[in-house]
């Protein structure tokens, strides 16, 4: 699926390269960050030009996600208000729902921000949240268009470097991501564990002190 | 007991199966300590205590670490794979060719006339395919891609072994008995 993707603009050029990293950045399931990967080794190669195709990639890239901002502004806040009805059996419960979005709403702007760049593949989701939450839009914006400008200048940036071999460093950067997750729950259950630890301690500690 | 499977959203069919499964028998004795939800079963909720929260998460925990230790031997393999990728395509490594690769990218990477690489192809109007990668090249020559690649190994390798009089001077039969020497080789 991949090899299609990146036969298709590599025949179609930049029309094809915009439309691509659009949908990708909209939410669907396509490599936008290893088609801009292979744009930057095409430039380098000398099939696209770099200064067309830095501005292509931030303009598709943040007008998927303003797509998705506004599909989760119109249509968002039904599914976070079914999630927090009271109902017999229930998924999530209203109160981890409610500290969710609260805890969103403090943290959005860098949310947005890194999602770009670093954990790409909940851009999507945090672009709908972002819309449902109605986080203000021209901050959502800032933080996009920030973002976005590293999410596109390091892949291409990349690509060019390494022209030819840019699928190793496709892996590379794949892996790298999925250490960086992988890292960031493993610090969180840890986080977890040693509260609950604590908490019982301490509950024991009360137990004893009242006997 | 009844009444707490109800307040915690079960149906009586499913607190009175819980109740009957082994280990989860003593639902009565759970309801009066101070419980933690954790998990679903079946249409209902599973009532579990600190203790088996704490061992649970133990175990998530020592899983997370361990993915993070495969990642992270997964990340410096993929960086090794991209320095000899880089060393090989710029030693000018013919098994470097990829399918994602047009013909003029692979000109300029092993510095072979393009013209040349198209002749040895047998591909007479070279304009049509400009944009094509090899894999097109091979749908729309209807030639499976890994002959294409080795074709065009085949044609660099001779380039550089013996490169030809200028293109003009080729006749068709000519660049092909070159061609074939190439292969053979």
């Known amino acids: 699926m991949n090899t299609f993707f990146i036969s298709i603009v590599h025949s179609y050029g930049y029309p094809m390269l915009w439309v691509t990293i659009f949908v990708a950045a909209v939410g669907l399931p396509i490599p936008g960050t290893l088609i801009l990967l292979a744009a930057g080794a095409f430039a380098a190669l000398g099939d696209f030009s770099l200064l067309f195709l830095i501005p292509i990639g931030i303009t598709a890239a943040t007008g998927g996600d303003n797509l998705g901002y506004v599909i989760g502004r119109r249509w968002g806040y039904r599914v976070l208000d079914w999630l927090t009805e009271k109902r017999r059996v229930r998924f999530v419960s209203p109160n981890a729902v409610a500290r969710g979005r609260i805890y969103f709403k403090k943290r959005s702007g860098l949310a947005v921000f890194l999602t770009r760049f670093l954990f790409v593949a909940l851009g999507g989701s945090i672009n709908l949240l972002a819309g449902a939450e109605r986080y203000p839009y021209r901050r959502f914006l800032l933080s996009d268009i920030g973002g976005q400008i590293l999410g596109v200048l390091i892949p291409v940036g990349l690509g060019y470097t390494f022209a030819e071999s840019w699928e190793a460093v496709g892996q590379l950067l794949g892996a790298l991501s999925a250490l960086l997750l992988a890292l960031l729950i493993a610090i969180v259950l840890l986080v977890l564990l040693i509260r609950n630890l604590r908490k019982r301690q301490k509950a024991d500690e009360d137990k004893k002190a009242s006997q | ?185």
């Open chain 2, 1 to 185: 007991m009844f009444k707490t499977g109800r307040k915690f959203g079960m149906t009586r069919r499913c607190f009175l199966w819980l109740s009957n499964l082994r280990g989860v028998s003593s639902v009565s004795i759970y309801r009066r300590e101070k419980l933690t939800v954790v998990a679903f079963l079946i249409g209902g909720m599973v009532l579990l205590n600190a203790r088996i929260k704490i061992a649970l998460l133990v175990v998530l925990t020592l899983v997370a670490l361990g993915t993070v230790a495969f990642a992270a031997i997964t990340t410096v393999q993929a960086f090794h794979a991209v320095q000899q990728q880089h060393a090989r395509a710029r030693s000018g490594d013919v098994q470097a060719i990829r399918p994602w690769m047009t013909v003029h990218d692979i000109a300029h990477i092993y510095h072979v006339p393009e013209n040349y690489l198209y002749h040895s192809l047998d591909i007479k109007d070279p304009t049509s395919y400009r944009r094509d990668d090899l894999t097109l090249l091979a749908n729309r020559q209807h030639r499976p891609v890994d002959k294409i690649i080795r074709t065009v190994q085949a044609s660099i390798l001779m380039y550089r072994r013996d490169p030809p009089p200028p293109l003009a001077s080729l006749t068709p039969s000519l660049s092909a008995q070159l061609i074939a020497e190439g292969v053979a080789a």
